[in-house]
């Protein structure tokens, strides 16, 4: 069963500081996406990854993929307040139908 | 850019009673979802649809809940006899190729 971990679960940062949120998944996974969710709002997709050592980055935040260990990590680099939203990975795969799997998302807050 | 849209975006309804929430996928998207998320928690997978029938369901997805494409557009997802544990924020999605779309979501409130 394919299951989805993220950590922290809930992170309180200063502005300009960075720090990552790590998501670990349980058996082999076609692809692994990061959503961002404002509260009350839908699923905003931020990055796909499809394959071992892939790496994409937009603005503060980069994704990376590391299939062999089963986890990604999602970087923000010198937050910003504007970056406050709740985070989720997501992976599917071919075997479970591409189904979503979903983490229990990170709540980050980012003080001025 | 195309658009996933959903309606209502909010419905309260009585316990017991019958809700359709509606959702209008990308014109050639093949896949179509719905999924769920209660108030604070993670985001569930209900059922997946494609060429017209159900591809897969989650084990939430049970007798109470259906899904249909009537007429080649919509893709709606019928509760007959809400719960007040059905009262999430439902999101319809499509895909295609790596890309999902989700919908703006409705807010369904079971009283």
């Known amino acids: ?112 | 850019e195309p658009e996933v849209t959903q309606t209502p975006s909010h419905q309260v309804t009585q316990m017991g009673q019958e809700v359709i929430l509606r959702c209008v996928p990308i014109s050639n998207h093949l896949y179509f979802y719905w999924y769920r998320q209660i108030l604070g928690q993670k985001v569930e997978f209900l059922v997946s649809f494609y060429n017209n029938e159900i591809s897969e369901k989650s084990e939430i997805f049970d007798d109470q809940f259906s899904v249909e494409r009537p007429d080649g557009s919509n893709f709606t997802l019928k509760i007959r006899s809400t719960k007040l544990e059905d009262s999430a924020m439902y999101f319809c999605a499509s895909l295609q190729g790596h890309g999902y779309t989700f919908g703006s979501g409705t807010r369904l409130t079971v009283v």
């Not at chain 1, 996974?29 to 997709?45: A, H, N, T, V």
Request: with cysteine.
């Open chain 1, 1 to 112: 069963e394919l299951k989805v971990e993220q950590n922290p679960l809930f992170l309180s940062m200063q502005e300009g500081k960075n720090y990552t949120i790590y998501c670990n998944y349980s058996t082999t996974s076609d692809r692994l996406y990061w959503y961002r969710q404002d509260p009350g709002k839908s699923l905003e997709s931020l990055f796909v990854l499809l394959s071992n050592g892939a790496v994409k980055q937009e603005g503060r935040l980069m994704a990376s993929l590391d299939t062999k260990a089963r986890l990604s990590t999602l970087h923000i680099t010198a937050a910003v307040h504007d970056l406050s939203a709740t985070y989720f990975c997501a992976v599917d795969s071919m075997d479970s139908n591409y189904q979503l799997i979903w983490g229990a998302g990170t709540k980050l807050i980012i003080k001025p």
